[in-house]
């Protein structure tokens, strides 16, 4: 059984995926369909694209993912089905896949120029119900990716932000990604950091965190924490609350992390 996830930025509010949902399968009644999530920032590209880059891995490789954040849609922005090692993609070609074909270089790309493989009438603002969701129950359906429209090249990409050292050796990163709970995800990997958990100082704005963690229960409640969370980058956390919220944390802001030194306390934090 093919399997066809869906990320986007509609949110539940309205019927905008459950449409979708009902074009793929009208298309391919047998497919699975998996929402990542629906919850994206309203055309925040980046962090879609970062949501991606993490559930990508979980899945089997012979999946479609479908993605539709897309504020420019109706415009010159092209439609495009990617694929990779890791799995197919339908998108806008927008940046949104930056992070995973980073990590999975293109097999074959392609725009969504064949009509064949559209509604019979497309609109010039839904294009997630018109063009890629029958795109992706077709490519679920064992349609070559080849008939679905002309090969292409030079995607719209952009760099993951990489992380910069001082003379000092300070590490110069920055939160690239605020989860639910309002924990700051970092560009920061645990390979980047080449201090042990005790050496390590995370600085964000005017709060110093001493220690990476373990786990968010190692910090006692209303504690601001730092810790290499699931997707193996450097979080920043409030035990048991909202880091976001609580120091005033948003995506693009500098983190700092360096080695402790004699002026640090041990297992704390100032701010």
Do not use: C
Not at 127 to 144: C, N, Q, Y
């Amino acid at each position: 059984m093919s399997i066809v996830t869906l990320l986007t930025d509609f949110g539940w509010a309205d019927g905008y995926v459950g449409v979708m949902k009902g074009v793929i399968l009208s298309i391919a009644p047998h497919t699975t369909l998996v929402d990542i999530s629906h919850d994206v920032a309203p055309q925040d590209v980046r962090d879609a694209a970062y949501v991606l880059y993490t559930a990508v891995p979980y899945f089997p490789p012979d999946t479609v993912h479908l993605v539709v954040v897309d504020p420019g849609v109706g415009s010159a922005r092209r439609a495009i089905a990617v694929r990779t090692a890791q799995g197919t993609f339908v998108a806008p070609d927008n940046g949104v896949l930056s992070y995973v074909l980073a990590a999975n270089p293109p097999q074959v790309a392609v725009s969504l120029t064949n009509p064949q493989y559209h509604l019979s009438q497309v609109s010039r603002t839904f294009h997630g119900r018109d063009i890629f969701a029958p795109a992706a129950a077709h490519l679920s359906r064992g349609v070559p990716i080849t008939a679905l429209g002309e090969p292409i090249r030079n995607l719209v990409t952009f760099p993951m932000p990489k992380a910069q050292a001082r003379a000092d050796g300070t590490l110069i990163g920055q939160v690239i990604h605020v989860d639910r709970f309002g924990n700051a995800i970092t560009n920061l990997r645990r390979g980047d950091i080449p201090w042990s958990d005790e050496a390590t100082v995370v600085e964000i704005g005017e709060q110093v965190i001493t220690g990476l963690k373990e786990t968010y229960a190692q910090a006692r409640t209303g504690e601001p924490l730092a810790l290499i969370g699931s997707s193996g980058h450097l979080e920043i956390a409030i035990a048991g609350g909202n880091a976001a919220q609580r120091l005033n944390v948003y995506i693009g802001d500098e983190v700092r992390v360096r080695q402790k030194s004699d002026g640090d306390r041990n297992d704390a934090y100032r701010g």
